[in-house]
């Protein structure tokens, strides 16, 4: 996946062969009902679906919880929202939203977790499985292992 680009804008690539947008820091109108814009650190497009991914750097499973519930509710098209977050791999919540999708938190730690590839790896993970989640694949994000 591209790892330079810059804030509010998108690049093109493809992970197993589906096309993909990839945003940086999309600035995104909520619902009418919501009132306000959300600016998610990632945003996948795929299939005219969104799954967004946030970076959150402390361990608050419960309010991250929360806050990708709104993303999911919010963001017009978005069918899933994972909180990234520095946390033990038994602390991983998965949500799943009937139809595919949902709300959740993938552990993700910068430091001691392994090496940079394996985090990259990790991230991959994250993001084919929310993909394949939105399109009828597989019933839900998996959290990575390690």
């Not at 991959?124 to 929310?130: D, P």
């Not at 989640?133 to 597989?138: A, H, P, Q």
């Amino acid at each position: 996946l591209p790892s330079t680009i810059a804030p509010g804008q998108w690049r093109p690539c493809s992970l197993d062969g589906v096309a993909l947008r990839l945003w940086c820091q999309p600035a995104r109108a909520a619902v009418p009902s919501y009132g306000l814009a959300f600016r998610p650190d990632l945003m996948v497009e795929a299939e005219g679906a969104r799954v967004v991914f946030d970076a959150k750097f402390r361990a608050d499973a419960q309010g991250s919880i929360e806050k990708m519930h709104a993303y999911r509710d919010a963001i017009v098209g978005c069918v899933g929202a994972y909180a990234l977050m520095p946390c033990a791999p038994r602390e991983a919540v998965t949500l799943r939203a009937e139809g595919g999708g949902g709300v959740g938190v993938i552990p993700l730690r910068p430091e001691g977790g392994g090496a940079v590839e394996e985090r990259r790896a990790a991230l991959r993970g994250a993001v084919a499985a929310a993909l394949a989640s939105v399109r009828g694949r597989s019933p839900g994000p998996a959290a990575p292992r390690g």
